[in-house]
Structures are given as structure tokens and as C-alpha cells.
Nanobody
């Protein structure tokens, strides 16, 4: 059974940091490109960041560039998103997404940035 389980979300003050994790199982994690996608309540999905299967190349949305860092540990089948200098507009449910021949989604973790 394919599973993507996000964790690390929570409440943080503006300017704070969080590290999200996404634990993968049931498929060959190292062969998949991985992304973080977020959704603000009542709005559509917003792609945040992506990393290729080998981890060598990363890309970011302009809204998070310079503040967020995506990484992966293929030995641990885990994807990460280090989020620094958080802003209230970063408040959303964050999903990890695996893509190659198939696409897989996690159930998300809520990040709330508020004083």
C-alpha cells in the first residue's frame, strides 16, 4: 500500500520556523520526483517546491524562494521542507506529492502562522 505521511505542522509565530517531513512507503521513493503543494482554506492548490528523484535539482515558487528549503533522504524514504521566516500568508495545509509513472498524495499537515 502506498503511503505518504506528512508531519511537523503546527502553530508558529511570524518569523518562526518549522520543518515538515513526509515519510513514504509502498513505492520506490528514490525513483520519484517529489513536491510540496499547499492549500489555503477555501482556495486552490499552490505548488511550493520540487526536488528531482536524485535530489540534485530543486525548484521553488517565488513566494517561498529564499525562505524554504526542500530536501530528501532516499535512504530514509523521507522528504523534508525547512520553512524559515514564516509569514501569515504561509498558513495552509501542506501536502507532499510523488510523481513519476503514477502520482501519489499525502493527507497533509496544517501549518498556521499567527501571532
Amino acid at each position: 500500500e502506498v503511503q505518504l505521511v506528512e508531519s511537523g505542522g503546527g502553530l508558529v509565530q511570524p518569523g518562526g520556523s518549522l520543518r515538515l517531513s513526509c515519510a513514504a512507503s509502498g513505492f520506490t521513493f528514490s525513483g520519484y520526483h517529489m513536491s510540496w503543494v499547499r492549500q489555503v482554506s477555501g482556495k486552490g492548490l499552490e505548488w511550493v517546491s520540487g526536488i528531482v528523484s536524485g535530489g540534485g535539482n530543486t525548484v521553488y515558487a517565488d513566494s517561498v524562494k529564499g525562505r524554504f528549503t526542500i530536501s530528501r533522504d532516499n535512504a530514509k524514504n523521507t522528504l523534508y521542507l525547512q520553512m524559515n521566516s514564516l509569514k501569515p500568508e504561509d498558513t495552509a495545509v501542506y501536502y507532499c506529492y510523488a510523481s513519476y509513472d503514477m502520482g501519489y498524495w499525502g493527507k497533509g499537515t496544517l501549518v498556521t502562522v499567527s501571532p
